[in-house]
């Protein structure tokens, strides 16, 4: 196996014997076989457009596929070997439909003409045979972009999926992602591969705005709600993940049967739409951050609902009470399947059979709900604020979170802005410093939680809207991003800032394995993008001056 898609990839390189996610070798190479049978799909689902040969249940299953492949999201080969004969029969049928339809399909690749084995170990050899990141191309800088974009298209397809499953779909990002996909398996120079990597960003900006529109349009725009980080006496269930929807279904079908809902991780957000935090059951957080959850959950005495990423092994002690829905899957968890209206009462079973909290403790509470909405109705006050200069600078502190000692930067970070200053947060990141109390300024908070990594959307409109009131650019602003990465959405949201041209972000724990010297010289010399300082003192005294 050779995998370094994400912050923690081995020594900073490539994982080659196991994941240090706990991906196995089996597992490694059946997604790189997914990820090629699908740009063979997308090879002729691009020529369809072409001659509108459009499949809207294609578009939704590549999407699926692809996220599929993102970090800590399917770690079940069954699922996988499921998903490539799929793919392989869909671009089948597909291309009978598009030449008949006096499509061309232009492209000597292999992913068209690929034939899967048809035992599970014939296509874990056959994926392993691949090598397909180091084959990407034989140069390593046109390598390093062709990776980039290629996790940025998986970050990008997690959007989209997790938009359509709310009722929001746009086909440019459909085409762009069937184009971008065809198009990677081609030779391509220099220029070209970063415009793609830049277009996959822009494209990405319109799939977080669709999502933004699925979670406030059927859940209403977040408020400042107080979360409980304690418990009360009560059967109980833990969501985590980031599906609004399924936290929604499961929510109303808990309804009355004494049991309360916590959330875990990223779900945290979801306490502050309306149309969630109107039932009574909806009661608090437990946990952190996903990398926290071996730990956590064992002392979770209810059942757990996985929506989507981060999973790790569930460990014995709680396996049992451990279920998986949507993309997410673990070999031997039960999962609850189905796309339109789910059937949880295998989960809710668990939760009455188990014995819930028996008492209650008190640890506080957190505010979530500072989503573009919330913040920008006090725009006024924050727009006066930086004008009196009761407020000097804004921090953007977020993105992912991890295992790695170096992330301690971020919580350092936190707790050392200045108290004239404000800090937005997003993501599983915030758990490094959420349930610190920073007191406010002029009544407005000085740590807003904007929402989940899925909320970058709501962060950037919250820049380009202050930029807007002070008549200047968004990189002119007293702003500073210092942002912390692990998979495959951070990638496509940094692409994403990059697109609209977003300079002097600071990025850590570690910068990617995947990006080469000379790539990252171009993301310098246009972006002058920056590795995180060896202390968050000094990154501070560098942007307050
Ligand atoms: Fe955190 Fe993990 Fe949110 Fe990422 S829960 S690192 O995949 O999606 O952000
Ligand atoms: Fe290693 Fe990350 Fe790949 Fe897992 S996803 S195998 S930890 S690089």
Redesign the pocket.
């Known amino acids: 196996m050779y995998c370094n898609q994400c912050e923690q990839t081995a020594k900073g390189v490539a994982c080659t014997t196991i994941g240090i996610c706990g991906k196995t070798e089996g597992v490694a190479g059946l997604e790189d076989l997914l990820t090629h049978a699908v740009q063979g799909l997308c090879i002729v689902a691009d020529a369809g457009r072409k001659v509108n040969v459009i499949d809207n249940a294609i578009d939704i299953f590549v999407c699926e596929s692809i996220f599929s492949c993102l ?2 999201v399917d770690f079940d080969p069954a699922r996988f070997e499921d998903l490539i004969y799929k793919t392989v029969q869909l671009r089948d049928e597909l291309r009978t439909k598009v030449e008949a339809a006096g499509g061309v399909i232009d492209s000597t690749a292999a992913a068209l003409t690929f034939t899967p084995a048809d035992t599970l170990a014939g296509l874990e050899e056959q994926g392993a045979a691949l090598n397909f990141i180091n084959t990407l191309d034989a140069n390593e800088d046109l390598q390093s972009l062709k990776q980039i974009t290629m996790y940025g298209l998986r970050g990008l397809a997690a959007y989209a999926e997790h938009a359509a499953i709310l009722g929001q779909e746009d086909d440019e990002v459909y085409a762009f992602i069937h184009h971008a996909m065809a198009v990677l398996t081609t030779e391509m120079e220099l220029g070209d591969l970063v415009a793609l990597a830049l277009k996959t960003g822009e494209v990405n900006i319109k799939a977080m705005e669709l999502l933004d529109a699925g979670n406030t349009g059927n859940y209403g725009h977040p408020v400042p709600t107080e979360v409980p980080l304690g418990h009360r006496p009560n059967k109980c269930i833990l969501v985590t993940g ?1 599906d609004l929807r399924d936290i929604a279904m499961l929510l109303e079908q808990t309804k009355g049967k004494g049991i309360d809902i916590y959330t875990h ?2 779900m945290l957000p979801t306490h502050g739409y309306p149309e969630l935090k109107k039932y009574d059951h909806f009661y608090g957080h437990f946990g952190t ?2 990398q926290n959850q071996q730990k956590e959950m064992p002392n979770f005495p209810g059942a757990i609902l996985f929506t989507t ?2 999973i790790q092994k569930p460990k014995d002690s709680y396996k049992d009470n451990v279920f998986t829905t949507g993309l997410v899957g673990w070999p031997d968890v039960k999962h609850v399947a189905g796309s339109g209206e789910k059937d949880f009462s295998a989960v809710i079973e668990k939760a009455l059979a188990l014995p819930g909290f028996t008492d209650t403790v008190d640890n506080g509470t957190v505010m979530v709900g500072f989503a573009r909405n919330t913040v920008l109705g006090v725009a006024d006050k924050v727009i006066d604020a930086v004008k009196s200069k009761a407020i000097r600078h804004f921090f953007l502190v977020g993105g ?2 991890g295992a790695k000692p170096g992330r301690n930067y971020f919580t350092e970070m936190a707790e050392q802005i200045p108290q004239d200053c404000m800090i937005l947060t997003l ?2 990141g915030k758990f490094r410093f959420f349930d610190k109390k920073l007191g406010d300024i002029g009544g407005i908070p000085r740590l807003l939680d904007v929402g ?3 909320d970058a959307y709501s962060a950037i409109q919250i820049a380009v809207a202050l930029a807007g009131a002070f008549e200047c650019g968004v990189n002119d602003l007293p702003l500073s991003f210092v942002l912390s990465w ?2 495959q ?2 990638v496509v949201i940094l692409l994403s800032l990059f697109s609209l041209g977003i300079k002097d972000i600071r990025l850590g724990p570690s910068l990617p394995a995947f990006v080469t010297p000379n790539v990252l010289n171009v993301l310098v010399e246009n972006f002058n993008v920056m590795p995180i300082g060896e202390t968050a003192a000094d990154d501070l005294k560098a942007i307050l001056g």
């Open positions: 970090t800590n980031h991780g990223e951050a996903w990423n981060c992912c979170d993501a599983c989940q990594c899925n692990y998979e959405k951070a």
